[in-house]
């Protein structure tokens, strides 16, 4: 059986196109991304913590981000991250798991799980390298996630976010069910009733006739895509 071609992605700093596991060895080496560490580390500031995070879905692992992370930042700014590049359609509740212990939103009325820990807590308190780390968002129709910490360094951040996105995949490339040219909408009727693979070029997207499911919906870049209510837009908050 032929392997299934790995799903790649462009380093920000120098934007070569690796695979993931690439990704992983080159950012620590890359020129471009080394450049910019010595030049923010001879300047002003505290050094912290920072971690290297290698974020995939649990199971479409061609879906995929590369983040530094500094210490001193929170679950609950993670959280943010995840909701805003991949994940938010319905504002659901979302958890970490480290240990022992589940770590889950409280809100401003006080609300939170019995048993659960708050989110708001510096992730230098929590992460160190080879951690493995399963995240998910909704307990009903669940996306699952898996943080891997890949390193962490000791130096002053490269922006002034609690997050840096290094790299992340390109958006799997899919055919429209219909005829050859490329997928860009999602019929969850197709996907849902019929058993199909539900992608659609922008053509046949307009004279589909489905809609129990509503309109078809946009191929974003996320592994959300054809869950609850998800629409996108799978960018990064800052
Ligand atoms: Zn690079
Ligand atoms: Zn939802
Ligand atoms: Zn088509
Ligand atoms: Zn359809």
């Known amino acids: 059986m032929a392997r299934k071609k790995q799903s ?4 920000h700093y120098c934007g070569k196109e690796m695979t993931k596991g690439g990704l992983s060895r080159h950012l620590r080496s890359c020129a471009k ?9 001879g300047g002003k500031g505290k050094d912290e913590t920072l971690f290297h995070l290698q974020v995939q879905d649990a199971w479409a692992t061609d879906f995929w981000l ?11 700014e993670l959280d943010n991250y995840l909701r805003a590049i991949w994940l938010e359609c319905c504002g659901h509740l979302s958890s970490f798991s480290i240990g022992p212990y589940r770590y889950t939103q409280i809100f401003d009325d006080g609300w939170g799980i019995e048993g659960d820990k708050p989110m708001d807590v510096p992730v230098q308190r929590l992460f160190s390298p080879g951690m493995k780390i399963p995240y998910a968002y909704d307990f009903g129709t669940t ?3 898996v943080i891997n910490v890949v390193d962490a ?5 490269l922006t002034a976010n609690p997050i840096v996105l290094m790299a992340r ?4 490339e899919v055919t429209c069910m219909e005829c050859d040219q490329p997928g860009e909408w999602l019929c969850m009727e197709c996907l849902y009733e019929y058993d199909e693979p539900g992608f659609l070029c922008n053509e046949h997207a307009d004279e589909h006739p489905h809609e129990s499911y509503g309109e078809p919906r ?15 837009p799978a960018e990064p908050p800052y």
């Open 153 to 157: 360094r000791q130096g002053k951040p």
């Open 33 to 41: 991304r080394q450049a910019a560490i010595a030049a923010r580390n």
């Open 143 to 145: 996306s699952e996630l």
């Open 169 to 172: 995949n390109l958006r799997p």
């Open 218 to 232: 946009p191929l974003v870049n996320s592994p959300r895509v054809g869950l609850c209510g998800y629409d996108g």
């Open 66 to 76: 590369h983040l530094e992370m500094r210490g001193s930042a929170t679950l609950k």
């Open 8 to 11: 790649r992605g462009n380093c």
